[in-house]
């Protein structure tokens, strides 16, 4: 069956293509849907094509399964054929064909063989795509990053779950960095699972194909699997939530992609992030401790059988902060972000019941399960960031606290 792109243009599985008289039959097959294609091979069939099309044919590209060599080689073949870009034909197959999986490596070979994409220049390390929307929203990280004399450009929704669109915003924005922090709407369920490592595979691909550093946030849930124990760099991860499981899984690809591919990379595990009491942004508890105290509602916290949870509460400024150190010094390796105190639930609650000035009682809630209460080591973020966290986490509840009252018209206390 073939998807018909115009009304002269179209691609199709080479055993369901459509019988037509005046149709000129492109297969592709003979091309590999990854790298290694030669610009020779890949620019002779675009030149058939192409003339075809002149000619007044139709044409129809065949591969296997019609999905990438062919939509790619069509892409190639519009563009030679008509005035679209390079990148608005790519755009212009896929929302004709509905196919997202064109390969990043067959968009670059055919780009190059066309000459249809412009000369590669030496990519700037200072040149950062940041992938978004955050699991921690920061309106102030733009900025921030723009202030540290790095030239940023945000990348989300249809970009990221295709590699091919990826690749061509790449090169348009000359960049050398990709900072990736797009993450699931729902990142505690099963398919969240899926859709991480399927985003983080895009832009694995391309940080390979352009020779980009890469910055993940991964978290310090990869250890969720502990008890008590202070763990650096080297400790094996241990998750239990699926959160941590995504990230342990996310790690392990970004491990196999810098000793197959020599990928540069930077994993970042910070601790319990926070900073935005806006509703649906993590962690959720605190939000609900600030809003029972503001109605003077009773705030339950949790024990467990090993004991209360102690958080290592890193503030998001402390976050942005390392995100930059990293992105100006580059190192590889995982990097923890652990802070110098931990809290527990209990003592989170009672402060901000202090300091909203609450009349809430505080309540436990026993619960038949164990609590991973494990401190992260930050040695090597001190000695190759020259990073620490700089905000005490008492002083940065009242930040949290004086951000909710201000969004939802509440007087400042303390």
Known sequence: MTRWITDQLGTAPYEQVDSLSDCHILDVRDLVDRGGNTAGAVADLLHQGAAAM???????????????????IAAGVLAMTGSDTFSAAVERVLTATGETQIKPQMIEIVGRAGGLL?????????????TGPALHPDDALMP??????LDTTMIEGAALSNAA?????????????????????????NE????????LKNVLDVCVLNDLYLVYLSSAEVFSGLDHERVDERAPVRPRSTIGQTHALAEQLIDMHR???????????????????APGSPPMFLRTFVQRAAENEAIVTHEYLNGEPALEL????????AMIHTLLRQPDGV???GTAEAMTTRQIAEFIIGATGSASERRTLNLDDRASNIRLGFDRAEHELGWTAQIDPREGLRRYIALWNERNGRPHVG
């Open 192 to 199: 969240a699972v899926g859709q991480t490592l399927s985003m």
């Open 54 to 72: 002149k000619s007044g044919r139709k044409v129809v590209v065949c591969c296997d399964r019609g999905m990438s060599r062919s939509n790619a």
């Open 335 to 337: 990097i923890h972000l």
């Open 144 to 149: 921030a990053l723009t202030a540290a004399s």
């Open 314 to 321: 890193l503030h998001i400024d402390d976050l942005r902060a």
């Open 165 to 189: 669109l990826l690749h061509l915003r790449t090169i348009e924005c000359d960049a050398g960095t990709v900072l990736h922090l797009a993450s699931p709407a729902v990142p505690h369920v």
């Open 118 to 130: 412009p000369i590669r220049r030496r990519t700037s390390p200072t040149n950062v795509i940041v």
């Open 259 to 277: 000793a197959v591919h020599q990928l540069r990379a930077a994993v970042l595990r910070p601790g319990v992030v926070y900073g935005d009491p």
